[in-house]
């Protein structure tokens, strides 16, 4: 039986008076690597924080590997790369080898350092402070970071957007390499909808409420999608798969 790596069941948060989303229930299978998009303030941030745990669940239910959120104590399964890495304190006086080895939870699966370093082509900045280096080398440092616990599930809060064109290329082959040949479970939050479908296998658009959920082939096809974006929208992200699926 596979396992439903996240199941999300008629999920509503509101902050005060104001909600965010509702009505939202889907589920993510091991190796899946799932898109979600959608405008800004849509609930995805706070969609994620939930299924985090980071926010209180208010109305629903949310399990983690086929566990109820309440009960769950494995995070080191899972590794979140927040929107902004200040949150992370990138002006902690440390090196990055340092920085990652603080990412060590207690668990006898640990990746060793040195790999990391190498898998995200950081380790020539091994003994450098983390606040020394550019935005895109933090990132790789942060993601490091996360992988010493081989997470089976990694979620990513829009993680591109202060990348130049290039990094960016690689940060997504990077994530989609994860998924391929280690069988990573892959959440990726973006409003880049030209490019998610070249990584992505489905996608999810929220607009408080799921405005779809599934394959990227039945997005292409779904006339219902063709209304809501448009032909040119939806032409633009099932190009994408399009010409990626054909090249493979
Ligand atoms: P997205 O990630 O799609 O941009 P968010 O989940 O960040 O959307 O925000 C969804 C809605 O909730 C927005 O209207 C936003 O203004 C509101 N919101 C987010 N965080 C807070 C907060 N801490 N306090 C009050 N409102 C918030």
């Known amino acids: 039986m596979p396992v439903n790596v996240v199941t999300v069941e008629n999920v509503a948060y509101s902050y005060n008076a104001a909600t965010a989303i509702s009505d939202v229930s889907f589920y993510i299978e091991q190796g899946d690597y799932l898109g979600i998009v959608g405008p ?59 920085i990652v080895e603080m990412g060590r939870r207690n668990s006898k699966k640990n990746e060793n350092t040195q790999h990391v370093l190498d898998l995200m082509g950081i380790r020539h900045l091994a003994g450098r402070l983390i606040g020394e280096l550019s935005y895109g080398e933090q990132q790789r440092a942060m993601l490091a970071r996360t992988l010493v616990n081989r997470p089976e599930l990694l979620i990513f809060d829009e993680p591109t957007t202060a990348l130049d064109p290039e990094t960016r290329d690689t940060f997504y082959s990077l994530t989609k390499d994860l998924n391929r040949a280690h069988g990573t479970t892959i959440v990726l939050i973006t409003h880049d909808i030209g490019t998610i479908g070249r990584y992505a296998r489905r996608l999810l658009y929220l607009d408080k409420k799921i405005v779809f959920a599934g394959t990227f082939q039945e997005f292409c096809a779904s006339r219902d999608m063709t209304g809501f974006f448009g032909e040119k929208s939806q032409h633009i992200i099932c190009h994408q798969h399009d010409v990626l699926e054909n090249s493979k």
């Open 40 to 98: 800004n303030g849509s609930g995805k941030s706070t969609l994620i924080k939930i299924i985090l745990g980071i926010l209180p669940l208010q109305t629903g239910s949310v399990s983690l590997f086929d566990t109820p959120l309440s009960g769950f104590g494995h995070w080191d399964r899972i590794g979140y790369l927040p929107q902004k890495l200040s949150a992370l304190n990138t002006h902690f006086p440390g090196s990055v080898r340092e």
